[in-house]
């Protein structure tokens, strides 16, 4: 049973936007810094955002920075990706995952204790 939950993937046209939803079950995301990855087929899986449990800094890959924002509402227990001026190239399961540092720690699969299942999105040309 995963801990977290995404949603909000979709077909979308290219520049368009979308918004995903990172979800606790059973599981307050407000104890954990949360990064969003993304995966293409036939690439390894990359980091795109994180925001701290600490004091909710954020960060961001280079590819994504000032088109994406990471926010999270801990009242509804959930984190947010949202995506503007979405290019093709970044179809992508996208995935949320947690990990216990109270800081950003970076994007080492190996340093997320939790993670989702991943949300599909497609952007079309």
């Known amino acids: 049973q995963s801990h977290l939950v995404e949603s909000g993937g979709n077909l979308v046209q290219s520049g368009g936007s979308l918004r995903l939803s990172c979800a606790g079950s059973?599981?307050?995301?407000?104890?954990?810094?949360i990064s969003w990855f993304r995966q293409a087929p036939g690439k390894e899986r990359e980091g795109v955002s994180c925001?701290?449990?600490?004091?909710?800094?954020?960060g961001y890959a280079d590819s994504v920075e000032g088109r994406f924002t990471i926010s999270r509402d801990n009242a509804k227990n959930a984190v947010y990706l949202e995506m503007n001026s979405l290019k093709t190239e970044e179809t992508a399961v996208y995935y949320c995952?947690?990990?216990?540092?109270?800081?950003?720690?970076?994007?080492?699969?190996?340093?997320?204790?939790?993670w989702g299942q991943g949300t599909q999105v497609t952007v079309s040309s």
């Open positions: 925001i701290s449990a600490k004091s909710g800094s954020t």
């Open positions: 995952a947690a990990t216990t540092d109270t800081y950003c720690p970076g994007y080492g699969a190996g340093l997320y204790h939790y």
């Open positions: 059973e599981f307050t995301l407000g104890l954990y810094s």
